[in-house]
């Protein structure tokens, strides 16, 4: 990460804008007006919305673990991680929809 920003930040409690936080990763978009800003959200909760509950699970607890955790153990976690998952009724029910070429459907 950026030390120098992140100190800056601390030490001098300053308040900065989104076009300043933008280039830094701390906000991933701009809108231009509060009514754009609810349909982007609508429209990203959407598409969330629409995966697999256990895929997105998975998705989270391998990315908060690989954070606090070296390549090697994360690698070793997500395989263990991706084995059990695969398991589930959830990635049958994609793979035929991907082949019915039908969106899948999650419970």
Known sequence: ?????????????RNFSASEALPFGLVSRICPSREALMQEALELAKAIASKSPIALLGAKTLLNYSRDHSVDESLEYAITWNQSMLQSREVAGAAMAQLSKKPATFP
């Open 1 to 13: 990460g950026n030390q120098s920003l992140v100190r800056e930040l601390v030490f001098s409690g």
